[in-house]
């Protein structure tokens, strides 16, 4: 009888740690193929600050609704080829203000960039690279516009009546 109970009492300890020897088991490293190699790290677990910012907002806009404009050869009225835009001019709170043309030239030689005011361009219809952009100026007019030159005063042709001064914010 005492042994049936010393045997119970055994099978009961061990059944106890046994969970607990299984988990450090697991908690171990393996064994290495290297003697002297250190031990894997530990898995990675994500951390999450407690201020982690919102998920931003998404907007989607179907593929035939806008374009990019770099690049896209633009016209006048009359059919001129009037250069491509190779620069867009933002104000300092990020409003669209003006394009620069590369004017002129064959193949980029003897060009010269140009910049009008954004409101003097037409985007009617550029869902296809092949697509032109159209500017309400003539060839002569773009022709007698100052050159555009970085880190220098921007003179930026326009529309007749539609260009507006920059405001200046202090």
């Known amino acids: 009888m005492r042994a049936k109970r010393r045997w119970i009492l055994?099978?009961?300890i061990v059944a106890?740690?046994?969970p607990a020897v299984a988990r450090a088991a697991e908690e171990l490293p393996t064994a290495q193929t290297e003697p002297n190699a250190p031990p894997s790290p530990a898995p990675a677990v994500p951390v999450v600050p407690n201020d982690?910012?919102?998920?931003?907002?998404?907007?989607?806009?179907g593929a035939n609704d806008a374009h990019g404009v770099l690049g896209r050869?633009?016209?006048s009225a009359a059919d001129e080829n009037m250069g491509r835009i190779v620069d867009v001019i933002v104000d300092r709170t990020g409003v669209v203000r003006a394009a620069v043309i590369d004017f002129g030239g064959f193949l980029g030689v003897g060009s010269r960039k140009i910049v009008v005011d954004w409101n003097?361009?037409?985007?009617?219809?550029?869902?296809?690279?092949?697509d032109n952009i159209s500017l309400?100026?003539?060839k002569a007019q773009v022709a007698a516009a100052p050159e555009y030159k970085e880190d220098t005063p921007i003179v930026v042709l326009g529309a007749s009546g539609s260009l507006q001064p920059l405001q200046v914010i202090p």
């Open 10 to 12: 055994v099978t009961a």
């Open 16 to 18: 106890s740690i046994t």
């Open 52 to 61: 982690a910012a919102p998920p931003p907002s998404v907007t989607i806009i």
């Open 73 to 75: 050869d633009v016209r």
């Open 120 to 130: 003097a361009l037409h985007f009617g219809k550029i869902a296809n690279k092949k």
């Open 136 to 138: 309400e100026l003539t």
